[in-house]
């Protein structure tokens, strides 16, 4: 990596030349990397689109961390997109399926994010990096 074994210039012009070609574009291609990230490219996460739930009724969604992550239960939600005048609250949350209540009047859809603190509470080790 460029930082880990820097180049040693006798005098200042060549370290301006070093910072000029070879660390300023590298900087400037990962602030754009960084900057085109999102929400789920920076946390362990999944994502259920388009997820109908009618008024007063229950939805069990099958856990996205079931096999990636050994079944952990995520700790966080975020609804990214309602249509409708739902009310979404959470039911159980566990290694299988998440639930999701609609204790609105009328019927919704939605499309919510699921996260993963770090925490482990799962019953297994989390292996990472298979």
Do not use: C
């Amino acid at each position: 990596m460029i930082f880990r074994h820097p180049p040693k210039y006798p005098s200042f012009s060549n370290v301006g030349k070093y910072l000029q070609i070879d660390l300023f574009p590298w900087l400037q291609t990962l602030y754009s990397g960084i900057l085109k990230l999102n929400l789920t490219d920076n946390f362990d996460s999944f994502l259920i689109e388009k997820l109908e739930i009618a008024n007063g009724e229950t939805v069990k969604i099958s856990n996205g961390f079931k096999g990636r992550l050994n079944g952990v239960i995520p700790t966080h939600r975020i609804v990214t997109r309602q249509s409708g005048n739902g009310y979404i609250t959470d039911g159980e949350w566990g290694e299988s399926f998440l639930e999701l209540i609609n204790n609105g009047p009328a019927d919704t859809v939605i499309n919510v994010i699921y996260l993963w603190d770090g925490t482990n509470n799962s019953k297994f080790p989390i292996v990472t990096g298979v």
